[in-house]
C-alpha cells in the first residue's frame, strides 16, 4: 500500500458509515442497539384550526358546543374570518360535535310562516272614521250643549229604557277635538287591520256591532251600580271592540299558518294576543278623562264578535263581494237609522 492509499483509508475512517461515526481504529460501526439514546426533544403541542366561521355568532355558537363536550378551545379572529383553535388529538371529536350540532338545529329556530291577509286593503275604514271628523265639524264639542248631544248621548237610564238608539248615536259625538281625533287616527288604524282579516263589509259591520254592544253593556252596568245618569260619548268603544276582533281572530286564524297541521299551539302563543289587548286597553283606554267601563266593555264585544267571525273562516269560507257590500250597508243603517229615530223625538 502506497502512501495515497493510507490517506484515503485514514479519511474513510473518519467518515460516518450510515450516519452513524466510526471511532478511529475501529473497523465496523458499533451496533446501533448499544448506543445511548439522545436526550427527547419537546416539541410544542400541536393545534388545528376550525373554520373560517361565518360570523362571531355562529363562532359563540360552536364554542359553547365544545364547552359543552369539555373540548379546550381557542376563539381567534383573523383577516379571512373566526377561527377555533383545538388540540390536534381532540380535533376530530370536536368537528363531530359541530356536525351533530350543526343537523340537529338545522332548522331552528323554525321561519315563521307571515299570515297572509285574507282580503285586500280597502279605505272603507280610513273613510269612515275621517266621516267621525266630518260630523264633528257639524255637531261642535260637546261644551256647546247643542241638540245633537242632547238626543244622541249614551244616558244610561234612557238607553235601557225608551231610547235605546242612544248607544248608536253616541259613537258618533265627541267631547272636543282632540277627543275625535284621537278616535280617527287610532280607528283608522285598527279597522284597516280589521277589514283586512274579515273585508271591509264585514269589518266595518263587526266594529260597529261591538260598539254598539259595549255601549248597550256598559248602560246596563251604570243602571244596576244606581249611577243611572251616567253619560258616554264617542267612538273609543268601537275603537276598543276592533281590538277585541284582532286579538280574537289572530289567536283563531293566525295559528293555522304558524305551526303544522294538528301540531298542538303553545299558551303563551295562545295568550299573547289577548294579553297584547289587555295591555292596549291599560295604555289608551284607561286614562282619567276615559270611560273605562265602556272601552272594557267593548273589548270584551269585540272579542266575541271576533270568536263568531273566525270560526267559519277557519273553514275556508270567505264571503262574496255581494256578501262584503251587504254587510258595509247593515253597517250604514245601523248608524244612519238610530240618527232618524233621535232626532224625531
Do not use: C
Not at 450510515?18 to 473497523?27: D, F, L, M, Q, W
Not at 244610561?156 to 267631547?175: G, I, K, N
Not at 286579538?247 to 293566525?254: I, N, W
Not at 272601552?295 to 256578501?323: C, D, E, Q, S, T
Amino acid at each position: 500500500m502506497n502512501e495515497g492509499d493510507d490517506q484515503r483509508a485514514s479519511a474513510n475512517a473518519d467518515r460516518p458509515l450510515n450516519g452513524i461515526s466510526v471511532p478511529p481504529g475501529a473497523t465496523h460501526p458499533p451496533d446501533p442497539a448499544t448506543q445511548p439514546e439522545p436526550p427527547e426533544t419537546h416539541r410544542p403541542l400541536g393545534l388545528t384550526a376550525i373554520g373560517p366561521i361565518g360570523g362571531e355568532r355562529k363562532a359563540r355558537d360552536w364554542a359553547l358546543v365544545l364547552q359543552s363536550m369539555s373540548i379546550w378551545h381557542a376563539t381567534q379572529r383573523s383577516v379571512h374570518g373566526w377561527f377555533l383553535l383545538v388540540r390536534d388529538q381532540d380535533y376530530a371529536r370536536a368537528s363531530a360535535s359541530i356536525d351533530r350540532y350543526e343537523i340537529e338545529n338545522r332548522d331552528w329556530p323554525p321561519p315563521r310562516t307571515r299570515e297572509r291577509p285574507r282580503f285586500p286593503r280597502s279605505p272603507i275604514g280610513p273613510i269612515a272614521f275621517l266621516a267621525l271628523a266630518a260630523f264633528f265639524m257639524i255637531t261642535g264639542p260637546a261644551s256647546s250643549g247643542g241638540r245633537w248631544f242632547q238626543r244622541g248621548a249614551a244616558v244610561a237610564d234612557l238607553v235601557v229604557s225608551s231610547e235605546p238608539w242612544r248607544a248608536v248615536t253616541a259613537l258618533t259625538l265627541h267631547a272636543d277635538s282632540l277627543h275625535v281625533m284621537g278616535n280617527v287616527i287610532s280607528g283608522a288604524i285598527f279597522a284597516s287591520a280589521v277589514h283586512r282579516r274579515l273585508g271591509p263589509g264585514g269589518g266595518s259591520l263587526a266594529i260597529v256591532a261591538a260598539g254598539v254592544a259595549g255601549n248597550l253593556a256598559n248602560a246596563l252596568w251604570h243602571h244596576a251600580s244606581g249611577s243611572g245618569d251616567h253619560t258616554s260619548i264617542g267612538a273609543s268603544t268601537a275603537v276598543f271592540g276592533a281590538v277585541g276582533i284582532l286579538a280574537v281572530t289572530q289567536m283563531l286564524l293566525d295559528g293555522q299558518t304558524e305551526r303544522a297541521p294538528g301540531a298542538p299551539r303553545p299558551w303563551l302563543q295562545l295568550a299573547a294576543p289577548l294579553v297584547g289587548g289587555l295591555a292596549l286597553l291599560g295604555a289608551l283606554g284607561a286614562s282619567p278623562r276615559a270611560d273605562l267601563g265602556a272601552h272594557l266593555f267593548g273589548f270584551v264585544a269585540g272579542g266575541v264578535l271576533g270568536l263568531a267571525a273566525a270560526l267559519p273562516l277557519r273553514r275556508g269560507w270567505r264571503p262574496r263581494m255581494w256578501v262584503q257590500s251587504l254587510f258595509a250597508a247593515l253597517a250604514a243603517a245601523l248608524i244612519l237609522i238610530p240618527w232618524q229615530l233621535a232626532m224625531r223625538r
